[in-house]
């Protein structure tokens, strides 16, 4: 059972220094207690008070990471059942499936997909980040040879899948630096496999024929062996059965705290579909509802971008709007003679001015402003589009080091802020350009500095 608010709060330091994003130590202790905080934001806990407070200041589902490096896949540490309640935390990862069965070619083709499928978006490079290695042959010798081949060609976080327990943990071996993660511990190889997890420090999956309640005795024997980072798998291969069990699951960590079911899961769209239409369907379903990784059995643009875009939708803050960072963003190879326009970092609004600047064909500098996430008309009336913000911004940013006609076109709906902007950026001439973004290609095609 866990501690209450006012037990974790006799336990804190008592500082109400509100470096933890909370303006009091009992808010926070208020907010540990319903899990939707973090104890690593007290900066002042003592060690005693932390190995008393880990258990019950832990998120629901616990959180764990496959892989290595820039390909690592934090997956868990959700708190609630619905998005808008606060937010999604750690992003499921998707991995495509490769087997001993394939060729070469086939290895090498899924491989050159998972590299050349990659989108910026936001500042972020959105991609799927996982290889599913299934030993297809029974053959522990055929499996570290596909297992060394993936790692040698691949940066990507890996799975490792088989039914034999030797072929397994010869395999795990072969890549245990990179953090794999291992599939499945079943009744009959849970000793087998446990022992392969805690030797290695590898996040091991568990799978059970019997139901909620096999997975429960399985997570129960497998962390009382002092392995921790568990993932679950009902063994449902039927959209409606996968469905059910993903939200039974959640509910039952992030309602009832039931920790024996606190632990990301997995699930296979790649074995309960024939084609990948359907397969991205699936997986579309299993983002929202509640998947930690989706193995797919194929990876192409028309499939993997909706994917990748209804997850960062979704594994956002609800309350605080999607943002470009602050910069300075070349569009089309521009130089000192190109023309610079000035846009807010709402990101919408980004991705459609930059859009219609890249469709223009005009090469040109794009500075974005922070406006905390607000368009540009709704900054302007909140304060938050000035002339002295975004001169501030501009002398910042360095824009006068990237052009030599100290021209800076501001958007038409923020014509008001010409004069004090002007008085802001001394020597600089604002042109006021069109209010719809729309009209900025035949904007620029007419553009010439003043």
């Not at 750690?90 to 060729?103: F, R």
Request: aromatic share 8%; proline share 5%.
């Amino acid at each position: 059972m866990g501690l209450t608010g006012i037990q974790i709060f006799k336990l804190l330091p008592k500082t109400n220094c509100g470096e933890c994003g909370v303006p009091t130590c009992l808010a926070f202790a208020m907010a540990l207690a319903s899990g939707s905080a973090e104890l690593d934001a007290c900066p002042y806990v003592s060690d005693e008070a932390k190995e008393q407070l880990a258990e019950s200041s832990a998120p629901p589902v616990r959180p764990l990471t496959v892989g290595t490096g820039d390909y690592a896949v934090k997956v868990g540490a959700e708190t609630v059942m619905f998005r808008h309640e606060k937010t999604f935390v750690n992003k499921p990862g998707l991995a495509v499936l490769v087997t001993t069965e394939m060729d070469d070619a086939a290895v090498k083709d899924k491989l050159a997909k998972l590299d050349k499928f990659q989108y910026e978006r936001v500042g972020l490079n959105l991609r799927a980040e996982m290889v599913a290695i299934k030993d297809a042959s029974g053959s522990a010798d055929s499996f570290v040879a596909l297992v060394n081949k993936v790692k040698d060609a691949s940066q990507a976080a890996l799975i490792l899948i088989s039914n034999d327990a030797d072929a397994l943990a010869a395999g795990v071996k072969a890549c245990a630096d990179r953090k794999p993660l291992i599939y499945a511990a079943t009744e009959d190889t849970a000793d087998a496999l446990g022992a392969l997890a805690k030797e290695t420090g590898c996040p091991l999956a568990i799978k059970s024929s019997d139901g909620y309640d096999g997975l429960v005795a399985l997570s129960d024997k497998l962390t009382g062996m002092g392995v921790k980072d568990l993932v679950l798998d009902t063994g449902a291969r039927t959209a409606k059965q996968a469905f059910e069990d993903h939200t039974v699951i959640r509910r039952a960590a992030v309602k009832k705290v039931f920790r024996p079911l606190g632990f990301p899961t997995i699930t296979f769209p790649c074995e309960m579909a024939d084609n990948l239409m359907d397969e991205t369907l699936l997986a579309a379903m299993f983002i929202a509802k509640y998947a930690g990784f989706i193995v797919m059995s194929d990876l192409e643009a028309y499939s993997l971008f909706p994917l990748l875009l209804e997850r960062l939708n979704i594994y956002t803050d609800p309350q605080r709007p999607m943002t470009a960072e602050q910069g300075i963003y070349p569009i089309g190879n521009p130089n000192e003679n190109s023309p610079a326009l000035v846009t807010c970092n709402f990101s919408l609004t980004y991705f459609i001015v930059s859009g219609e600047v890249e469709g223009s064909r005009v090469p040109s500098w794009l500075a974005v402003v922070d406006t905390e996430g607000l368009s540009v008309l709704t900054a302007w009336a909140a304060g938050k589009f000035t002339g002295e913000s975004v001169g501030t911004a501009i002398n910042k940013m360095g824009l006068v080091d990237k052009i030599a006609h100290k021209n800076l076109v501001i958007p038409g709906y923020a014509a008001a802020i010409s004069g004090e902007l002007e008085e802001e950026l001394a020597g600089w001439k604002i042109l006021v350009g069109p209010r719809e973004a729309a009209h900025i290609p035949k904007y620029l095609k007419e553009w010439k500095p003043a």
